[in-house]
């Protein structure tokens, strides 16, 4: 019994890939009615699953696979024509079969639902319109069968199965790679429809025509075109590939652990093996995700019947066209995507596209589209859904939310359009006037983001009112290991992934009383001019308290969820790493500020944070960031253009200075040991060249401290030429409309400005470097001219 | 007539039992990651060869006293359907069979905490054996955050 159970498997398998086949190919035969080579495809397919449970002894399921066979073999003769009433009756076997193919795989058996209306409707659509038609008797033989050209001389006979039309045909192979001349095929065949019962092959061996390793050749090529996948692939179970996964997980943590002892360990060999266990788990890392990779197109393949069905019920014309069908993304991923991409389409066809009557009116054509794109962008997956309907209309979402209690009138007020079509995200908002059957049903759009974003992905939407919708998904490529930032709070590590990250910070103590204001007693931080709320972590975690300790330099993590930011304070910054995610166990998994766990290096157990979780736990991104948002377009709205960002540092004692970001190449830090003098100035090696450096301090007559602290460079270069310029310290960037005060200019300067409430002054960097060097830029220009 | 197999352990000086079955392995103490804002229960996060595992202290699961300062807990490691989870003892016991004669239901008056988790008594020789019910010990939805 055992072995007939894998039989059995294997067959619902089999059978499950091909369904998902049949519906995108019934689909594309509506449009070409014609088209042997699809209907010889179909034939195939329902051929196949009559075939083996036939043998199987699954005999309901056969009997309904066998009218439906015999309706397509009179359809790929050509005695029938594929209308409407066919295609349905084809699709409704297809879903008949998939039925008990289900009712097979739960139960063991086909189920008791009736099918004799559709064996009825069937058969009388086989003989509608050739009443005389026989039934099919047993398995069609091959209708128009080509010419027997597969088999060679050296090969056992043809093979029982039904011979395919769409495959290319061994004579065009030939001619096309050049292995035989078009008249000697003609003449070959011309043998064969004289008596001649040899193969089209071995007569054009055997007349000398070519070598038997070229029709070998072409025979393979023939077989490939076939897509007969026996040779190159496997069926490999998908759990294997998950333990599979797991065991890499836990190869890349011992080589972890393993590469941090070597690097003590004076050991060449060791060493030197570890370094090859590196490479080799690298690989093998990248192979087993490869694995597990799929192209989206497998979840696309549904979509357009389910586009077909939709549009039939809601009378509506509608063509979905897809791009990127072979983009690739983790399994986990494919199926957590697959009902949320489903409920947008079903709701493009729903909503979005309007009825012809309306198109038409509206002068559009009366077909509606619905676009779905996939592409790869910087390691991660984008889809776009883009209809060409009626669009969102921001009034209606606005009225919507507002009467719902979503939002406040002053919100409203204040929201950009982009932001109030965004709102159809939120819980509870259904913008159908009245409640369809197909969608708008409780599950709404929110439920669609948050299983987006629940695999770290995001949703976007932008909409013209009469023109269409365009919703953006953006989604990562894997979850089994993920980019992370390490930070430490209160002992203990935890790790953030990386794609909630910006930016990092760091206050040091003399700045927290400016860096940090409160709200209502809710600590913030302009950051570049913006308020940004904080948390503190462990604070939120419970570990440590929130109070800030006046005297500490503190550390801020500039983290971006659902669109929003928020900075999370923790104690430490460790390092940036590949960590492998873990789930928690049950016992945890409700604590919604962790999104699992991973192991370290030292074989100790990380938490990973949830960011999405934490903010929502922590109220850090809503009521805040409103405000934060609101002051900075106001004035953002005004001055936008003439922005400049900046580099604020301290020079000297108490100066403070601004540069240019744009002038500014890297930052540096040098020990003042590895400071030279050059030419009687002060230079450093610097990438193998000396780099002069520029004291703004002395420049600037500003008070100095002795200090043995490392020099702070901002390094200036132009065409492979540099400078460095030396400041106290680093203080912050900000993204500001700066004003140069009248009668402020002094030597190297422009000018002061005020920025953050502070007098400023802004480095006129490239008359300093002028002064210092007249010839920096004249030379520079003769060096590249010599290059 | 049937017979039973119990890892055994120590709690607070009595002796504890989960079916041998259930039980993976037995192992000594090992470091662990606290999980703030986990249930009070939850001792922290161990690594079993690569696989992360919830530590569970039974001391506190059972509403037994805190196991004094210094002393290390030992981890016994169950078989669950959602995967491994450890529970922590004081110390560990030897495998014991036991026939069904043995059995008695726990006692009405046992500790509120207690009763939904010890599934019942085995009267051994010197001292009494108390079965405890691993699923039930491992819920922890029912029992409020502390």
């Not at chain 1, 594309?28 to 009615?33: C, G, M, S, T």
């Not at chain 1, 058969?123 to 060679?152: R, V, Y």
């Not at chain 1, 993304?329 to 493009?348: G, Q």
């Not at chain 1, 420049?699 to 390094?715: C, D, F, K, P, T």
Request: hydrophobic content about 40%.
């Amino acid at each position: 019994m055992g072995e007939m159970e894998e039989v059995v498997k294997e067959f619902l398998v089999e059978s499950y890939e091909n369904l998902d086949r049949l519906d995108s190919e019934m689909i594309q035969l509506e449009e070409r009615p014609q088209d042997l080579e699809l209907l010889a495809s179909i034939f195939r397919t329902i051929h196949t699953i009559k075939g083996t449970c036939g043998f199987l002894g699954f005999g309901k399921l056969e009997s309904v696979a066998h009218v439906g066979e015999s309706l397509l073999s009179k359809l790929r003769e050509g005695k029938l024509t594929v209308d409407e009433a066919i295609s349905n009756a084809l699709l409704a076997l297809v879903d008949a079969v998939r039925e008990m193919l289900k009712s097979i795989e739960d139960q063991g058996a086909e189920g008791g639902t009736d099918y004799s209306a559709l064996v009825a409707t069937l058969t009388a659509l086989n003989d509608g319109k050739l009443p005389a038609a026989p039934k099919a008797e047993s398995a069609p033989k091959p209708a128009n069968a080509p010419a027997p050209a597969q088999s060679t001389a050296n090969t056992p006979a043809p093979r029982s199965a039904p011979t395919t039309d769409g495959e290319p045909k061994l004579g065009r192979i030939l001619v096309d790679s050049g292995a035989a001349q078009p008249a000697e095929v003609r003449e070959a065949l011309a043998a064969q429809s004289r008596g001649d019962t040899r193969p089209l092959g071995e007569i054009l061996v055997q007349s000398g025509t070519m070598q038997p390793e070229q029709l070998h050749e072409a025979l393979a090529g023939q077989s490939t075109a076939r897509g007969n996948v026996s040779d190159g692939n496997i069926r490999v179970d998908v759990a294997l590939l998950d333990k599979l996964m797991n065991l890499v997980g836990e190869l890349v943590l011992a080589r972890n652990q393993l590469m941090q002892h070597s690097g003590k360990d004076a050991d060449p060999q060791i060493a030197a093996t570890t370094q090859r266990l590196d490479l080799v788990t690298t690989e093998l890392q990248e192979g087993v995700m490869k694995t597990r990779m799929q192209p989206v197109g497998t979840v696309w393949s549904k979509f357009p019947r389910v586009v077909r069905d939709l549009s039939k019920l809601t009378h509506k014309e509608v063509r979905l066209e897809m791009e990127g069908k072979e983009t690739e993304l983790d399994r986990t991923i494919i199926e957590a995507i697959k009902d949320p991409l489903t409920h947008i389409i079903r709701n493009c066809v729903d909503h979005g596209i309007e009825t012809p009557a309306v198109r038409k009116a509206a002068g559009k054509n009366p077909e509606g589209c619905i676009l779905l794109r996939a592409c790869h962008e910087g390691g991660q997956v984008n889809i776009e859904i883009v209809d060409d309907g009626g669009g969102v209309p921001p009034e209606r979402v606005k009225a919507k939310a507002l009467e719902r209690g979503l939002i406040t009138p002053e919100q409203a007020a204040r929201m950009s359009e982009r932001e109030i079509v965004n709102l159809i995200f939120l819980p509870g908002f259904s913008t159908a006037a009245q409640v369809s059957n197909i969608s708008g049903r409780g599950v709404g759009m929110d439920v669609v983001k948050t299983n987006i974003e629940k695999i770290g992905g995001s949703v976007d939407v932008q909409s013209v009112v009469g023109k269409g919708t365009r919703l953006k998904l953006k989604i990562p490529l894997t979850l089994a290991i993920i980019p992370g930032l390490i930070v430490t709070t209160a002992g203990d590590r935890y790790a953030i992934p990386q794609v909630s990250l910006l930016e990092l910070l760091r206050l040091e103590p003399e700045q927290l009383a400016s860096g940090i204001e409160y709200v209502q007693g809710v600590p913030v931080h302009r950051l570049r001019g913006r308020l940004l709320p904080l948390v503190h972590l462990g604070g939120e975690l419970g570990v440590a308290p929130s109070e800030l300790m006046p005297d500490q330099a503190i550390n801020i993590v500039v983290l971006q969820s659902d669109g929003r930011q928020f900075g999370l304070i923790v104690d430490e910054v460790n390092d940036a790493e590949e960590i492998v995610v873990k789930p928690l166990s049950k016992q945890l998994k409700s604590i919604e500020v962790y999104a699992g766990a991973t192991i370290m290096g030292d074989g100790q157990v990380a938490l990973i944070l949830d960011i999405a979780g934490l903010a929502q736990q922590a109220h850090a991104v809503s009521e805040l960031k409103e405000q934060a948002r609101s002051t900075s377009v106001a004035s953002g709205a005004a001055v936008a253009s003439d922005r400049e960002t900046l580099l604020v540092c301290r020079s000297g004692r108490e100066g403070r200075i601004a540069i240019p970001l744009s002038t500014v190449a890297r930052l540096e830090e040098f020990p003042r040991s590895a400071l030279e003098l050059a030419g009687g100035r002060d230079a450093v090696q610097y990438r193998g060249e000396i780099m002069p450096l520029l004291q703004l301090s002395s420049i600037y007559g500003s008070a100095v401290e002795a200090s043995e602290a490392n020099l702070q460079v901002v390094v200036y270069t132009r065409k492979g030429r540099s400078l460095g310029l030396v400041v106290e310290q680093i203080l912050d960037i900000v993204e500001e409309h700066c004003v140069v005060q009248a009668g402020t200019r002094r030597t190297g300067t422009l000018g002061a400005a005020i920025l953050q409430q502070k007098v400023t002054d802004l480095v006129d960097v490239e008359g300093l470097v002028r002064e210092h060097d007249p010839s920096f830029f004249d030379e520079a220009v003769l060096q590249t001219a010599g290059a | 007539m049937s017979t039973h197999q119990y890892c055994t352990f120590q709690l607070h000086g009595a002796v504890y039992g989960v079916a041998v079955h259930e039980v993976q392995e037995v192992i000594r103490f090992q470091e662990m990651t606290r999980v703030p804002r986990a249930h009070a229960v939850v001792s922290g996060l161990i690594n079993l060869r690569g696989q992360i595992v919830t530590a569970i202290d039974l001391r506190a699961r059972l509403g037994l006293p805190p196991r004094p300062a210094g002393e290390r807990p030992m981890n016994v490691v169950v078989r669950t359907e959602d995967g491994a989870v450890s529970l922590l003892v004081d110390q560990i016991g030897d495998v014991i069979e036991v026939s069904q004669e043995q059995f008695e239901e726990p006692p009405p008056t046992l500790r509120a905490e207690q009763r939904d988790l010890v599934q019942g008594v085995y009267k051994l020789e010197k001292q009494l054996l108390l079965v405890l019910e691993t699923r039930k010990l491992l819920n922890l939805s029912a029992t409020g955050v502390a």
